[in-house]
């Protein structure tokens, strides 16, 4: 850790030294300040591979006032621009994580991670922008909303919600009208487990859906069975299984598939688009493929941890180690991880997050005797760009095209966000990182950003590197410094009605048409 700040500056850490735990910050971090350079508002990126998800083409990229200006070769300019050299490096658009928990109230404590630390951690590893997930509160989403804004006031990047919803009635119909018309409020997340706190019946769903529908937000799902999970939970206690294996053993990959399939069916029966957050079995991913072979607008989201871990860590003797990979749905067996990073390449699974929701090992002991009471959520957000690079691009599963496609493209265009995100082009924000192809990352609890104790991913290495992040046109991580204000964060506003909306209309008048009802009768007396 290399913390290194002076006089007024270190008065300044030490209120901020929570909110960022062991974050390295530089001299001038916690200010912009005109004599640094980095801070230029003018940047030309010289002679770099430029990768968009369609194209990609040695250019260079010139940015002036937080906007992309010019893309194309040999652009010449005039003093007073930092020029950065990217010869022989990749010059891509920003991560978007489109799922993270930042300071979450759950499972009885709060996400340790909050709005400065996740997105300084998040910018160390190339994610410009993060969809977080709105709770309500006491059902409320105005009052969640409202919680969220403040807690979002840390911010230190671009961000945007998704709003839970926990309960049904006119007040929450109403509400989501404002969420969307109001409030740049998209896309709502339906629990089907968390029996007993944020979990959703079938009939809520279908309102939901419907719902969701007539506002042109896109319904999202966390797909576990709730009830059987209960009842899985209380199998394993009756057994004595009260540890991290526990977890895992209770809620298996069946649960997961009838969820998935359920909620796909929900969908089709309302013809609305759905996308299932955290795929982490192959069961799930398999009703996903079902379906949209058969013509139905589904998204699969897998996740980090779910891509490239196994669950054999949950049955590690040490308690912390293996609580730490405690999530829902739960790491699964090894085999299930190949299988979605098969189903990402071939294009079932759309793009990936993180669902960052961070606990130290403190809040994870709080089930050192039941599982139960074990807080869910593992770490992801500075990880992820390293990862799915390493994982799938070096083995050649995807190509770098199909790289920012996963990692960032997807996630604009689903969220109405594209072309402002998700790409280096001429009037885009000027959310960049550049990449080393033949560097090397390493990841630990030791250096990362994150205020959690430990790392899901600790002690793994790979190809490539993020070497320079520039988010809103500021460069905020270079050299291995970040350079974050807390503050400067902006958030992003997304209107409704995605790509998957096209056509919806059509398909409802042919199902209309298609029912051949009512059948006009005529009433005979009897
Ligand atoms: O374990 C998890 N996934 N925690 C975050 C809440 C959720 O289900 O997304
Ligand atoms: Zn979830
Ligand atoms: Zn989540």
């Given at each position: 850790?290399?913390?290194?700040?002076?006089?007024?500056?270190?008065?300044?850490?030490?209120?901020?030294?929570?909110?960022?735990?062991?974050?390295?910050?530089?001299?001038?971090?916690?200010?912009?300040?005109?004599?640094?350079?980095?801070?230029?508002?003018?940047?030309?990126?010289?002679?770099?591979?430029?990768?968009?998800?369609?194209?990609?083409?040695?250019?260079?990229?010139?940015?002036?006032?937080?906007?992309?200006?010019?893309?194309?070769?040999?652009?010449?300019?005039?003093?007073?621009?930092?020029?950065?050299?990217?010869?022989?490096?990749?010059?891509?658009?920003?991560?978007?994580?489109?799922?993270?928990?930042?300071?979450?109230?759950?499972?009885?404590?709060?996400?340790?991670?909050?709005?400065?630390?996740?997105?300084?951690?998040?910018?160390?590893?190339?994610?410009?922008?993060?969809?977080?997930?709105?709770?309500?509160?006491?059902?409320?989403?105005?009052?969640?909303?409202?919680?969220?804004?403040?807690?979002?006031?840390?911010?230190?990047?671009?961000?945007?919600?998704?709003?839970?919803?926990?309960?049904?009635?006119?007040?929450?119909?109403?509400?989501?009208?404002?969420?969307?018309?109001?409030?740049?409020?998209?896309?709502?997340?339906?629990?089907?487990?968390?029996?007993?706190?944020?979990?959703?019946?079938?009939?809520?769903?279908?309102?939901?859906?419907?719902?969701?529908?007539?506002?042109?937000?896109?319904?999202?799902?966390?797909?576990?069975?709730?009830?059987?999970?209960?009842?899985?939970?209380?199998?394993?206690?009756?057994?004595?299984?009260?540890?991290?294996?526990?977890?895992?053993?209770?809620?298996?990959?069946?649960?997961?598939?009838?969820?998935?399939?359920?909620?796909?069916?929900?969908?089709?029966?309302?013809?609305?688009?759905?996308?299932?957050?955290?795929?982490?079995?192959?069961?799930?991913?398999?009703?996903?493929?079902?379906?949209?072979?058969?013509?139905?607008k589904v998204i699969g989201e897998p996740v980090v941890s779910g891509l490239v871990l196994d669950d054999s860590v949950l049955w590690d003797p040490d308690f912390i180690t293996a609580a730490k990979f405690v999530m829902s749905p739960p790491i699964r067996a090894s085999g299930?991880?190949?299988?979605?990073?098969?189903?990402?390449?071939?294009?079932?699974?759309?793009?990936?997050?993180?669902?960052?929701?961070?606990?130290?090992?403190?809040?994870?002991?709080?089930?050192?005797?039941?599982?139960?009471?074990?807080?869910?959520?593992?770490?992801?957000?500075?990880?992820?760009?390293?990862?799915?690079?390493?994982?799938?691009?070096?083995?050649?599963?995807?190509?770098?095209?199909?790289?920012?496609?996963?990692?960032?493209?997807?996630?604009?265009?689903?969220?109405?966000?594209?072309?402002?995100?998700?790409?280096?082009?001429?009037?885009?924000?000027?959310?960049?990182?550049?990449?080393?192809?033949?560097?090397?990352?390493?990841?630990?609890?030791?250096?990362?950003?994150?205020?959690?104790?430990?790392?899901?991913?600790?002690?793994?290495?790979?190809?490539?590197?993020?070497?320079?992040?520039?988010?809103?046109?500021?460069?905020?991580?270079?050299?291995?410094?970040?350079?974050?204000?807390?503050?400067?964060?902006?958030?992003?506003?997304?209107?409704?009605?995605?790509?998957?909306?096209?056509?919806?209309?059509?398909?409802?008048?042919?199902?209309?048409?298609?029912?051949?009802?009512?059948?006009?009768?005529?009433?005979?007396?009897?």
């Amino acid at each position: 850790m290399v913390v290194r700040l002076r006089s007024l500056i270190l008065l300044l850490s030490i209120s901020l030294s929570p909110l960022l735990g062991r974050s390295q910050i530089c001299e001038s971090g916690l200010g912009y300040c005109d004599s640094d350079s980095r801070l230029s508002s003018k940047i030309l990126i010289k002679g770099g591979t430029v990768v968009n998800a369609d194209h990609q083409e040695v250019a260079d990229v010139y940015v002036e006032d937080g906007v992309i200006v010019s893309v194309k070769p040999n652009i010449k300019v005039g003093d007073g621009v930092r020029v950065v050299d990217a010869t022989g490096k990749f010059v891509m658009p920003g991560g978007i994580d489109p799922h993270t928990h930042l300071a979450m109230e759950f499972m009885g404590t709060e996400t340790i991670d909050n709005f400065f630390s996740g997105q300084a951690a998040a910018l160390a590893g190339g994610t410009t922008m993060h969809i977080d997930f709105v709770i309500p509160v006491d059902g409320s989403l105005s009052k969640g909303y409202e919680a969220y804004v403040e807690k979002a006031k840390l911010s230190c990047m671009d961000y945007g919600f998704h709003m839970a919803i926990t309960k049904w009635d006119d007040i929450v119909s109403k509400e989501m009208e404002i969420m969307v018309e109001e409030k740049g409020i998209n896309s709502f997340k339906f629990f089907m487990a968390y029996k007993g706190s944020l979990m959703i019946s079938d009939e809520l769903l279908l309102e939901g859906l419907k719902k969701c529908k007539s506002l042109g937000a896109l319904a999202m799902v966390h797909a576990e069975n709730g009830d059987a999970v209960f009842e899985g939970q209380k199998r394993m206690i009756e057994l004595g299984i009260t540890g991290p294996e526990g977890h895992a053993l209770s809620r298996p990959p069946v649960l997961e598939g009838e969820a998935t399939a359920r909620a796909i069916r929900l969908a089709a029966f309302v013809n609305t688009p759905l996308y299932i957050v955290h795929v982490m079995s192959i069961d799930a991913m398999e009703e996903i493929a079902r379906a949209q072979k058969s013509g139905l607008k589904v998204i699969g989201e897998p996740v980090v941890s779910g891509l490239v871990l196994d669950d054999s860590v949950l049955w590690d003797p040490d308690f912390i180690t293996a609580a730490k990979f405690v999530m829902s749905p739960p790491i699964r067996a090894s085999g299930h991880g190949k299988a979605l990073q098969a189903a990402l390449s071939t294009g079932i699974l759309k793009l990936v997050g993180t669902d960052h929701c961070t606990f130290n090992s403190t809040q994870k002991s709080f089930g050192i005797d039941d599982f139960r009471k074990i807080p869910n959520g593992v770490n992801g957000l500075e990880e992820r760009m390293h990862l799915v690079w390493d994982t799938m691009v070096e083995s050649g599963q995807i190509s770098v095209t199909d790289y920012v496609r996963v990692t960032s493209t997807e996630c604009a265009k689903l969220f109405n966000m594209y072309p402002r995100k998700g790409a280096i082009r001429a009037g885009s924000d000027a959310d960049i990182i550049i990449f080393n192809p033949n560097s090397t990352f390493h990841i630990s609890a030791n250096s990362h950003h994150s205020r959690s104790d430990t790392n899901v991913y600790e002690g793994r290495s790979g190809k490539g590197k993020v070497e320079v992040t520039i988010a809103g046109g500021k460069i905020v991580w270079e050299n291995e410094e970040l350079k974050v204000v807390p503050g400067s964060g902006r958030y992003v506003s997304m209107p409704p009605f995605n790509y998957l909306y096209h056509g919806i209309d059509k398909a409802d008048e042919n199902y209309l048409t298609s029912l051949k009802a009512p059948v006009n009768r005529i009433k005979q007396s009897l």
